[in-house]
């Protein structure tokens, strides 16, 4: 069983960056598409990037040319690099793995790591 360890989040001003790290657990994590979802306050948990195995990416329109994923497999980890952050980006972000196809996710949720964008 694949866990995921969320870190790096905080409060930060608009126009502010954060990394976000997800270390994962267990076996055969360079197979795997990855993803970055987020989850604000009365809303659904919403996918916002996505990263396949080779690299290859996708983004959601709301963080696009702004987020950036990234991967390292040799530490099992995967990046979120967020840059001119909005009020609307603060969520509690989780990463999980996922069918990159259709963004399903297929892992446990760890416990994530709050953002909070001030204006």
């Known amino acids: 069983q694949v866990q995921f360890v969320e870190s790096g989040g905080g409060l930060v001003q608009a126009g502010g960056s954060l990394r976000l790290s997800c270390a994962a657990s267990?076996?055969?994590?360079?197979?795997?598409?990855m993803g970055w979802y987020r989850q604000a306050p009365g809303k659904q948990r919403e996918l916002v990037a996505r990263?396949?195995?080779?690299?290859?990416?996708n983004y959601a329109d709301s963080v696009k040319g702004r987020f950036t994923i990234s991967r390292d497999n040799a530490k099992n980890t995967v990046y979120l690099q967020m840059n001119s952050l909005k009020p609307e980006d603060t969520a509690v972000y989780y990463c999980?793995?996922?069918?990159?196809?259709?963004?399903?996710?297929?892992?446990?949720w760890g416990q994530g790591t709050q953002v909070t964008v001030s204006s």
């Open positions: 990263i396949t195995s080779v690299g290859s990416t």
């Open positions: 267990g076996s055969a994590f360079s197979i795997k598409a």
């Open positions: 999980n793995s996922l069918l990159f196809a259709t963004g399903t996710a297929l892992g446990s």
